[in-house]
Each structure stands twice: as structure tokens, then as C-alpha cells.
């Protein structure tokens, strides 16, 4: 995603996805509360934006954009409610999918299959 407190369109990273000239963009957002406040240090609201900014640029100048939601399912278990919020950031923006990533390897493989099911649902 953009980073915090920059502009979609002036932040580096963004700007040389776009000129990578790949039509199918995946961008890595963080959706565990505690990886935005203190790895990140960035409120939650910001993190919400800097998806749905991300998401919206992208998809605005016609690119397929995934986002890999970054410790998906160990935000899920700490913070239900803003692990999907960060879900529905991406979706509200025109999101083409959301890869929902066990970034630390930590759950097991009934805990991902009942969670995904629950936000496929």
C-alpha cells in the first residue's frame, strides 16, 4: 500500500508498480491491529486508507489489483471486527480478490478453513 501520510500518487513504491507496466498488481497490507499501531505506527484509520487509496488508484488507471492481507489470521484472532474492516477497505475500492495470509505459520489448518469461511460467507 501507499505509505502512511503520503499521497497515493506521490508515493515511490506505488508509482513504480505503475510503471512496472504489469497489468495485475498485488499489494501487501497489514490487517492485524497491533502490526498498523506498532510495527507500522499508524492509527487504524490511516491503515484502512492507505488500502483503500492504494486499491483505488490502482484500479483507476485499469489495473487487476490483490491485496495479501499480511497476518490475516492472527489479526483475525486478536481483532475480528478490523480484520474485516481492512477486508471491506479493499473490497468498497475495487478490489479484483484479497489473499488472506498466515504470515506466521501460527494457525492450524482448521482454524484457516473455518475463518475463510466465515469471510467468504
Not at 488500502?51 to 475480528?80: C, N, P, W
Request: hydrophobic fraction near 40%; charge should be negative.
Amino acid at each position: 500500500t501507499r505509505r502512511k501520510k503520503i499521497d497515493v500518487k506521490l508515493d515511490s513504491q506505488i508509482k513504480a508498480l505503475v510503471d512496472s507496466g504489469a497489468p495485475t498488481i498485488c499489494i501487501v497490507a497489514k490487517a492485524h491491529r497491533w502490526q498498523v499501531t506498532d510495527i507500522l505506527r499508524a492509527s487504524p484509520e490511516e491503515n484502512l486508507g492507505m488500502i483503500s487509496d492504494s486499491v483505488a488508484h490502482l484500479t483507476s488507471l485499469g489495473k487487476q489489483v490483490f491485496v495479501d492481507m499480511e497476518h490475516f489470521f492472527d489479526g483475525y484472532k486478536f481483532d475480528r471486527d478490523y480484520a474485516l474492516q481492512c477486508c471491506t477497505a479493499a473490497v468498497e475500492a475495487g478490489v479484483s480478490g484479497i489473499v488472506l495470509c498466515d504470515t506466521n505459520g501460527g494457525s492450524m489448518p482448521w482454524e484457516v478453513m473455518d475463518i475463510t469461511r466465515k469471510i467468504v460467507d
